[in-house]
């Protein structure tokens, strides 16, 4: 059978693109290895933020809910109910994809999709394979954990983040290598369930990517469930045993070595792109020194009429990120003119208090030469934050000198996921910080810091500090 578009790979990336090919259209197919929502919905985003939603209730039932005035005895964990809980969810989510599937007359192929020419597919099933004839092809394999050389992750004590969705019973102790985005987030998950987690960090800091403040304060408050954080620090050597992982660092400054052990070595230390079976050579491609494919300004490769998206491509690798290009890719190849700003892309950490950033950090405009001018509001002056025991955390908002244009904002605290959309809203229609000021926000509400640091943005004009 022969399609117009043919999508490899139904990550968030790949499923969106072909449900916004066939809104348009085109008869659609796509090629997927294991189960339809890729990594994302399966192994990533979604089940760990069931877990993160779980044992969130589990870490305020025991620390904050006597406050509250609820007495509940002693607070015991069915972990394995958590576990099912988190796969229900997750099977929900995957369910929701198949009917979009079939609502959109897109024809789903399980197994290793792998290029035989530009126009012809190979998908290798579990028994026998089938061959696609094909216009045009969107490439959205995404990506898989990576690691470091001296690392064998064994998925026994030496796991990573889909080993960490899995386990059958709460450790006691866990190190985390890497404190980013992936690292907080898990690591987050078993401290509030009572595992005494230790984090070791190359960077100065947590969370390095983004604004240096907010990896300040979410160390802050991650240091209340008792994490233990070295920064600055570069493991060495990794080694397991049945019952438990020894983890060499040296200090990056001091040149010294510590010892670390514990019942599991959670590794985080970013990802890489999956191109696994593609048999990208057999049209001409090439991956970089990265394992990225390189595209054009239309997501298209140096193959006409083959696109590439989302994590096997430059930038970072976020499910909306690549749910944008997606649907770029399906527009572009319908002959419209669609858009992507890609500094208006905001990125988030789900830890609680949540984090989120969108536009430039104060590092990077200080780099550019770039004068400017902040305003800060805690979420400690909060009247809604207080109600719900919600104070750690802060609003920033960067504003050019001299126009007054928001340039990024920065934020850590309570439901931050999403408020920073009213960040992206504002900045896709290059609001000033006294736009946003003037505008009336809900009392009592969270969005109201975000007007307060508008506030402080404008002439320090903010009203409850």
């Not at 209340?224 to 045993?241: H, I, L, P, R, Y």
């Not at 200090?251 to 514990?262: I, L, Q, S």
Request: charged share 25%; aromatic share 6%; glycine share 10%.
């Amino acid at each position: 059978m022969k399609y117009d578009v043919t999508v490899i790979g139904a990550g968030p990336g790949g499923y969106v693109a072909a449900i916004r090919a066939a809104q348009l259209g085109f008869k659609t197919a796509i090629i997927e290895k294991k189960r339809l929502g890729g990594t994302c919905l399966n192994v990533g985003c979604i089940p760990s933020k069931a877990l993160l939603d779980s044992s969130e209730h589990v870490y305020k039932a025991k620390k904050e809910f006597a406050e509250h005035g609820i007495k509940t005895g002693k607070i015991s964990i069915d972990f394995k109910q958590m576990i099912k809980r988190k796969q229900q969810v997750v099977d929900q989510t995957v369910g929701g994809v198949e009917f979009l599937m079939k609502k959109n007359k897109i024809d789903v192929f399980n197994g290793l999709g792998s290029f035989i020419d530009k126009n012809h597919i190979k998908v290798k099933k579990e028994k026998g394979e089938e061959i696609i004839e094909t216009d045009k092809v969107i490439i959205a394999t995404g990506s898989k954990v990576g690691s470091l050389p001296f690392i064998n992750i064994d998925g026994k004590r030496i796991i990573s983040s889909t080993e960490a969705l899995e386990l059958k019973s709460i450790p006691k102790t866990m190190i985390v290598i890497g404190g980013g985005v992936i690292g907080m987030e898990l690591g987050s998950v078993y401290a509030r369930l009572g595992t005494k987690v230790t984090v070791i960090e190359y960077a100065p800091g947590i969370i390095p990517g983004m604004d240096k403040e907010l990896g300040k304060e979410l160390m802050r408050s991650m240091k209340k469930m008792d994490v233990e954080f070295n920064v600055n620090m570069g493991a060495s050597e990794v080694k397991s045993t049945t019952k438990s992982v020894t983890v060499k660092a040296k200090d990056n400054k001091k040149g010294t070595e510590k010892t670390f052990k514990a019942e599991y070595c959670l590794v985080s230390v970013g990802r890489i792109p999956n191109t696994d079976g593609l048999a990208l050579d057999k049209i001409g491609l090439s991956v970089d020194k990265r394992g990225k494919i390189e595209v054009d300004a239309h997501l298209q490769t140096a193959v006409p009429g083959v696109y590439a998206i989302g994590d096997v491509i430059k930038g970072a690798m976020l499910a909306h990120k690549a749910e944008e290009e997606g649907v770029f890719v399906a527009e572009f190849i319908a002959g419209q003119k669609p858009h992507i700003d890609y500094n208006l892309i905001p990125g988030v950490v789900y830890t609680w208090p949540e984090v989120a950033a969108v536009g430039q950090t104060e590092e990077q405009l200080k780099e550019a030469g770039i004068e400017y001018k902040s305003g800060k509001f805690p979420f400690k002056a909060s009247g809604r934050a207080r109600a719900s025991m919600d104070t750690d955390g802060f609003i920033k908002v960067l504003a050019d000198k001299k126009t007054d244009e928001i340039l990024g904002v920065h934020m850590i605290g309570p439901r931050i996921a999403d408020l920073i959309s009213e960040a992206v809203v504002a900045m896709e229609f290059r609001a000033s910080a006294e736009d946003i000021s003037r505008m009336s926000h809900a009392h009592p509400t969270y969005t109201e810091a975000m007007k307060e640091a508008c506030l402080a943005a404008t002439d320090n004009r903010a009203l409850h500090t």
